[in-house]
């Protein structure tokens, strides 16, 4: 299974699986980003990369995450933007000035939390290799290990 995600400047990002079973690929249209990645607990629209000129920032307050302080940052999508998430919060560590969580929110309700784990420097890079993403209405949780990054 592979996902090909292309980032574009002015408009959403193309998608496309690969399955090798089957030996084709799909497009992910863009009505079907909120739906689950595969059975997992993640969205297609949660492997994308985000634009940061897409969204408003607010620093919101400061608060501790697996006992590193962190900045909580909220970020809205502009009203361009169509998104599954209205809102989301994110916390960056002050250490190394890496994620460690990010929660969405659908109208008011909390939807996903992910949180960054086992933060590594990987060729110069500040990165998680382990990323649990919570699903809060289906009460569900999947675990993405990073083993092998180059």
């Given at each position: 299974m592979a996902l090909l995600v292309l980032n574009q400047p002015d408009r959403s990002s193309d998608q496309w699986t690969w399955t090798p079973a089957i030996g084709r690929d799909r497009r992910i249209a863009m009505q079907d980003r909120s739906t689950r990645f595969f059975g997992t607990d993640f969205s297609f629209e949660d492997l994308e990369e985000r634009d940061v000129d897409q969204s408003d920032?607010?620093?919101?307050?400061?608060e501790a995450v697996d006992?590193?302080?962190c900045w909580r940052i909220e970020f809205r999508p502009r009203a361009a933007r169509s998104l599954q998430y209205n809102r989301r919060f994110l916390w960056i560590r002050k250490d190394n000035y890496s994620a460690a969580r990010v929660e969405?929110?659908?109208k008011d309700q909390l939807v996903p939390r992910l949180n960054y784990r086992q933060i590594e420097r990987v060729q110069n890079v500040w990165t998680a290799r382990l990323l649990r993403?919570?699903?809060l209405r289906?009460?569900?949780?999947?675990v993405m290990r990073l083993e092998k990054l180059e």
């Open positions: 920032f607010t620093l919101v307050g400061e006992g590193a302080a969405s929110y659908i993403m919570e699903d289906r009460k569900g949780k999947t």
